[in-house]
């Protein structure tokens, strides 16, 4: 990691620095300096408050980073508390859109939440994207006490929504652990009668985020079992649990085995995969590939969720994106902000919007979020999603921008 920050940090007492954000426009408030008398405890849990605890708004309140640490070489969590020490209520699984402020203007990004609800602090864990604008600056510049606005928490893949068997599967790779690792850990510390089969594949061990932290698990919660699927290695790695029932140790012997995800591999660690509700988040080829294997197996879908939730490219990647773009041009016409602009036909609409000045929101820029909606009053967008658009808003001409291409010429509105 070429971060000229210090790989992992803790900010102990908490002190707000100034902030390197200007949060105009977005309704935050300028946030109170953090009292010298009050401190943060790392992965402190409030429970059974006598008191009903305020619960963070990130409208008014800022994040605060109190920790940063390295993950992998390119992976690090940012650990983050509420300027006012509110709690972070969300569902496991969800995410949160972030503003931050790159030499003068405003970038949004949507992270996936890595730490689990109501508690103090919040985590996210973020990979470094070749290119990247965002995720880049942040691993690079983020500083203990710094500030950043953010906008909501959201998402639909969590595990408070899909309704869920007691055993399940949860299934990762790469940086798609972040979210599944929320929905373990909330799971382990709530729901004793959960059967968690956790499945992580990464291209060896000094790539596999939160390694460490599985094996803690691991030695708390004896219904709680990890198998990693490593590329480049021998094969599978296992991890030990302590058994608390009979003080044991439970070691999880595996069959040689290297390679990608397959029928056999699953079959041969699952045979009670229709008994299982999956939770499924990593790299879009990757969950084809098990989506195709449980469809396969006569898995019932109804019990199959998966995130589609990927690292956004930068701009300059995006500008590519669009494979049918062509050299005909096509007339793009936003009239509440006056723009008339002639755009490349089977271009990105997000990127057009962008690079004319309208102030759409890209969080996700992966279909996922939402943030971008807007309206095509006139002409026609090609859609890869519409994910968290309703019937009635496909009718009445709603698309996300950072999932569509423009077709011919197209008059939008944001509103």
Not at 154 to 161: E, P
Not at 349 to 372: D, F, M, Q, W, Y
């Amino acid at each position: 990691m070429s971060s000229t920050k210090t790989p992992s940090s803790t900010l102990s007492p908490p002190v707000l620095k100034s902030l390197k954000l200007n949060s105009s426009g977005l309704g935050q408030a300028t946030p109170k300096p953090l009292s010298p008398k009050l401190s943060f405890s790392l992965g402190e849990t409030i429970t059974k408050p006598s008191l009903k605890p305020a619960v963070w708004s990130p409208s008014t309140t800022p994040l605060v980073l109190v920790k940063r640490e390295s993950e992998t070489h390119d992976s690090m969590s940012f650990t983050f508390a509420a300027a006012d020490q509110a709690l972070f209520d969300f569902k496991p699984g969800q995410f949160v859109t972030l503003a931050v402020k790159i030499e003068n203007k405003t970038h949004y990004r949507a992270y996936s939440i890595s730490s689990a609800p109501q508690q103090k602090l919040l985590r996210l864990t973020i990979k470094r994207v070749p290119d990247g604008l965002v995720s880049n600056w942040l691993a690079d510049n983020l500083s203990i006490g710094d500030s950043l606005s953010a906008l909501n928490i959201a998402g639909q893949f969590n595990s408070s929504d899909c309704k869920h068997k007691s055993k399940l599967l949860l299934i990762s790779a790469g940086c798609g652990i972040t979210p599944v690792m929320s929905i373990a850990k909330t799971l382990l510390a709530h729901n004793s009668d959960a059967d968690i089969e956790f499945l992580h594949c990464a291209r060896d061990k000094d790539n596999v985020i939160f390694h460490d932290e599985m094996q803690t698990l691991l030695t708390q919660y004896s219904n709680f079992k990890v198998q990693l699927l490593l590329e480049n290695s021998d094969g599978f790695a296992s991890f030990s649990a302590n058994d608390n029932t009979n003080e044991k140790t439970n070691s999880r012997a595996l069959s040689h085995q290297t390679g990608m995800v397959t029928a056999d591999v699953i079959q041969q660690l699952y045979p009670d995969l229709n008994q299982r509700t999956i939770f499924l988040c990593g790299p879009v080829g990757f969950m084809k590939a098990v989506e195709n294997i449980a469809q396969e197996s006569d898995f019932d879908m109804a019990n199959f969720f998966q995130e589609s939730f990927t690292p956004a490219a930068d701009n300059k990647q995006q500008d590519q994106i669009s494979s049918g773009a062509t050299e005909t041009s096509v007339m793009l016409h936003v009239p509440d902000f006056a723009v008339e602009a002639e755009v490349i036909q089977g271009s990105l609409l997000l990127n057009a919007l962008e690079k004319h000045g309208v102030p759409v929101i890209g969080a996700c820029r992966a279909g996922v979020c939402g943030s971008c909606k807007c309206k095509v009053t006139k002409g026609s967008v090609t859609s890869t999603s519409t994910e968290t658009l309703t019937e009635e808003d496909v009718e009445q001409g709603f698309v996300l921008a950072c999932s569509s291409t423009l077709k011919d010429d197209v008059t939008v509105a944001l509103s």
